[in-house]
């Protein structure tokens, strides 16, 4: 199987899944000219070998693998633009796994010269930072992906790391001195842009005044807000009144935000039974 992802430099999304490559190339160049209009690129990997649900714990999976030298040119990139260079010349042990729609990256490091070299670093791909996540001694090391699986983080794996943001309206300061943030997990992302897109283009037509279009637009668009109260997404109608920005999280809060703002902070789907 062939999945297909949109690399955002910081982090990816799967955006399609292949049965066979024909198809795949049927579709690829939409595929390409989709992530190009989000200014990502288009990144595939290659699906092998079976696991039993019960080896898996039930988790979603898959290896990634294909290309050696276009993926360790990737995995040098990804290092490098987090200021850990590592040279050209080196060859790269690794393999990246993903679990639960996130990806992981096992790397021999036998290439630095201090005391504790010579283990396997376990990385979180879908981070702005070079953290190892944990370590392992390479001496006999079990490279097969059904240990890989076992080796990562259950319910202390990385978050999700986005969030909703309430900039303005009920939620963003309208009601209260705070503004409510809803921590993500990862679920149900393409109504959440579909949401988000949608209060964009409602902006725009209200700067322009066109009641004609924002009445047509209005009514086109009825139930976006009370879908993602139904998801768990939102917690109430006062979500619906209230203007959201999507945010990149480091430890549950914004990356850059003013440090007087005060938050209320949701995790998606935890809300309260308050949507009276």
């Avoid at 595929?31 to 288009?42: H, R, V």
């Avoid at 070299?117 to 070079?130: G, M, Q, R, T």
Wanted: aromatic share 12%.
């Amino acid at each position: 199987m062939l999945r297909v992802y949109m690399d955002h430099g910081s982090c990816s999304s799967l955006i399609a899944k292949f049965s066979d490559e024909e198809t795949y190339m049927v579709c690829v160049n939409s595929l390409e000219a989709y992530c190009k209009e989000n200014n990502s690129t288009l990144v595939e990997s290659l699906l092998e070998g079976e696991l039993t649900e019960d080896a898996a714990d039930e988790e979603e999976w898959s290896v990634m693998e294909g290309n050696y030298k276009v993926k360790a040119e990737q995995i040098r990139e990804w290092f490098g633009n987090r200021g850990y260079p590592i040279e050209d010349k080196i060859d790269l042990t690794y393999k990246v796994i993903s679990k639960n729609h996130q990806e992981f990256l096992f790397i021999l490091d036998d290439y630095h010269n201090y005391e504790g070299d010579n283990v396997v670093e376990l990385y979180f791909l879908n981070s702005i930072y070079c953290e190892i996540e944990r370590d392992f001694d390479a001496t006999d090391f079990d490279w097969s992906d059904i240990n890989l699986l076992t080796l990562i983080p259950g319910e202390d794996a990385p978050a999700f790391d986005y969030g909703l943001m309430a900039v303005d309206g009920d939620c963003g300061g309208g009601m209260s001195d705070t503004h409510d943030l809803i921590i993500l997990n990862g679920e149900h992302l393409d109504e959440i842009e579909d949401y988000l897109r949608y209060q964009l283009e409602w902006s725009f037509l209200s700067a322009k005044n066109d009641q004609a279009a924002m009445s047509k637009f209005f009514i086109e668009n009825a139930g976006k807000g009370s879908k993602l109260i139904d998801l768990g997404v939102f917690g109430h109608k006062w979500h619906i009144r209230t203007d959201w920005r999507l945010v990149e999280l480091h430890e549950e809060l914004p990356l850059n935000y003013d440090a007087r703002q005060k938050f209320n902070v949701i995790k998606q789907g935890e809300h309260k039974d308050d949507n009276s």
